[in-house]
């Protein structure tokens, strides 16, 4: 059988589902925020290490970029990724986001 992680078994792999199956919806949503929080966290390191002297408002907006796509940016907040560099999957992987 294959999990869903190289290095779990599939007995653990069990256990963890059958955890998750039973915590109340409120455990599972309060999960799902402190899985966000770290990838925006992860995501902001990122791009720190990647544009070491890029001001936080610079910061902010290439975030924003990498999580919406470009349509989203301009409904939201009117600048284009792409028109300002900070089109983080069509420049840096090939492909559009």
Not at 28 to 57: K, V
């Amino acid at each position: 059988m294959t999990t869903l992680s190289s290095d779990t078994t599939p007995e653990a792999e069990a256990v963890l589902l059958q955890l998750l199956r039973q915590a109340p919806v409120w455990k599972r949503l309060q999960m799902i925020d402190e899985m966000y929080d770290t990838l925006r966290l992860l995501a902001s390191a990122d791009l720190r290490r990647c544009h070491p002297n890029a001001s936080d408002e610079e910061l902010t907006r290439r975030l924003i970029a990498r999580f919406l796509n470009r349509e989203e940016v301009v409904a939201a907040y009117g600048w284009d990724p792409a028109a300002e560099g900070y089109s983080f999957f069509e420049k840096s992987h090939g492909h559009a986001h």
